[in-house]
């Protein structure tokens, strides 16, 4: 009943690993969520946001300025 059963120890250990992994995913993504319904609020609401989103991820400029996008490079 210990190693041969379905509900033997290693197939128990098995299980709470990946509960244990699922849990942690769930937490993850219940905190994106709230950054991101936040995020939607603020850019519903508020001009300067909907403004550093447009330059920060499309790059977007004002007529009378230059845009320098600076990125890491990993070394390899």
Not at 41 to 70: C, H, L, S, T, W
Request: charged letters at 40%.
């Amino acid at each position: 009943m210990c190693f041969f059963d379905r509900y033997d120890f290693a197939t128990q250990i098995g299980y709470q690993q990946e509960r244990n992994k699922l849990e942690l995913e769930k937490e993850f993504y219940s905190t994106e969520t709230d950054n991101i319904e936040k995020a939607i609020k603020d850019a519903q609401f508020n001009p300067g946001e909907i403004q550093r989103i447009a330059r920060e991820r499309y790059k977007m400029k004002k007529a009378n300025e230059d845009v320098y996008v600076i990125s890491e490079v990993d070394p390899d």
